[in-house]
């Protein structure tokens, strides 16, 4: 029966690898809706080197952390050998392309072996040596196909490499600038509990002298217990997040402490017009559409199983009856041969491995498509609060300012009999709150601007 040029063509596309359906990715805008005109259109002070993006915060401890994660964390290492494994595999698909070759000896002995021409009851020795080859002809591109699928999940695993370096580097920045703040808040909790403290010692003498009731000395001791309890609170917070940087950089908290120093973190500004393409470069977007042309791949693979497929083998060798005459020019053999092999029937078990492969694709196909998403709502996100803190940081310095005058002039008018204890104690509650926000709306400025790092896929600098 012949096949018709037509007839393999059809076939052949049959098989092919199935068009990826775009038109329900998102639209890639040109700009971020948030990227305005209140951003400062500047690089960051320094060139940087492509990725060493935590340098822009010009801390010497933060970038020590940061490189000590990069070669000691153990979640880098996990994706680091799932790589490894990825790249033997697409190895060992391409190998399947290549001819194989083996070289075997054997040695037997028996009676009423055909090859031996002896009689019955007359047991003979049978010696070989013989290398091997055989060669599957990629006709049709299966072989192909799945040295590509292999080598596409390898590109993906190094994205996906790429992507867990980026997260823990992430987290070893939030975390440590998350530690800085705290440091910044236990130094003003304690300026301000020796405030209290001294609040408490003017009224207990002016409680001596008789010109305040004791009840005022009660609110003052109430005053300085409870400053000195989230004092503690803080330590205790300090504390979990030092142990926490201490497993993001492969070492036991035991042994692990970060001393406490002052904030002299530089928060970097990022410049203005951040294209949308940048979103191209996430790892977690590249590796998400690595899977996606692997199963895609994989389809085309499942398909070809319908094929025919052609192996070509070759055997040559010596082989004796007697040791002694196995090199002589008289044993040598050989044989070469092809199989033809084309399915017809098989229980549906092909069918069910296409859609399979089909299945695995468009879960793949959503999943890319659900990357992009988020991947812009991560930036537009951390840009959004970049922006409205910078606002929120403009409003609560002038409470600050406020709330500082209000204590001292609250002292001042207390100092001189001319207010209750209870108003001084109002006003310095008050700064003490409205300092404590600031502090925690710079502490998300820095969180926000990592987070932006992150989604924008690492530096921002220049890109090749």
């Known amino acids: 029966m012949k096949i018709t040029a037509l007839m393999l063509a059809l076939v052949l596309a049959g098989c092919a690898a199935p068009p990826i359906d775009t ?37 010497p401890v933060l970038a020590s952390l940061v490189l000590r994660a990069d070669q000691a964390n153990t979640s880098i290492a996990v994706a680091a050998a799932r790589l490894a494994q990825a ?5 060992s698909a391409d190998s399947e392309r290549m001819p194989q070759v083996g070289i075997g000896a054997t040695a037997l002995r028996g009676d009423g072996i055909s090859t031996v021409n002896a009689p019955a009851g007359n047991p003979r ?19 192909a196909q799945a040295s590509r699928a292999a080598e596409l999940d390898a590109r993906s695993r190094e994205a996906l490499l790429q992507s867990t370096r980026l997260v823990v580097q992430a987290d070893v920045a939030q975390n440590y600038l998350a530690l800085r703040a ?14 209290y403290r001294g609040t408490l010692d003017l009224t207990e003498r002016r409680y001596r002298a008789g010109d305040v009731a004791e009840l005022d000395v009660s609110r003052a001791k ?23 940087i201490a497993v993001l950089v492969g070492e036991a908290a035991t042994s692990f402490s970060i001393a406490d120093a002052e904030w002299t973190t530089a928060l970097p500004v990022i410049p203005a017009g951040v294209p949308s393409e940048v979103l191209a470069r996430r790892p977690d977007v590249s590796a998400a559409e690595g899977a996606m042309l692997a199963a895609q791949a994989r389809v085309g693979v499942a398909k070809m199983a319908w094929l025919p497929s052609i192996s070509l083998t070759g055997s040559a060798g010596q082989a004796s009856s007697d040791l002694s005459d196995l090199f002589k020019y008289s044993s040598r053999a050989w044989i070469v041969g092809a199989l033809f092999a084309l399915p017809v029937f098989d229980g549906g078990r092909r069918e069910a491995g296409i859609l399979y492969a089909s299945g695995q694709m468009d879960a793949d196909v959503a999943r890319y498509r659900e990357q992009i998403l988020v991947a812009f ?40 009999g001319l207010v209750s204890q209870l108003e001084l104690l109002d006003a310095q509650r008050s700064e003490l709150r409205n300092r404590r926000s600031a502090l925690q709306v710079k502490s998300a400025q820095y969180q926000a601007t990592v987070g932006l790092v992150r989604a924008l896929g690492g530096s921002w600098g220049e890109r090749t």
């Open 23 to 59: 038109s329900s990715f998102p639209t890639v805008p040109a700009d971020f809706k948030e990227a305005g005109t209140q951003w400062t259109a500047s690089k960051p002070a320094e060139a940087q080197p492509r990725g060493e993006w935590w340098k822009a915060f010009d801390d």
């Open 222 to 244: 109430t005053e300085v217990a409870a400053t000195e309890s989230e004092a503690l609170a803080l330590d205790r917070r300090r504390t979990e997040l030092e142990h926490a």
């Open 377 to 416: 709502r991560e930036v537009e996100d951390q840009l959004a609060a970049l922006r409205l803190l910078s606002e929120q940081a403009d409003a609560q310095d002038r409470a600050v300012q406020s709330a500082a005058r209000t204590t001292a002039l609250s002292d001042s008018r207390y100092r001189n």
């Open 125 to 143: 020795n049978v010696f070989a040596l013989a290398g091997n080859v055989s060669y599957e002809a990629d006709v049709f591109g299966r072989l």
């Open 87 to 91: 790249r033997a595999l697409a190895r």
């Open 182 to 195: 705290l440091d910044a808040e236990r130094a003003l909790v304690r300026r301000t509990l020796a405030a």
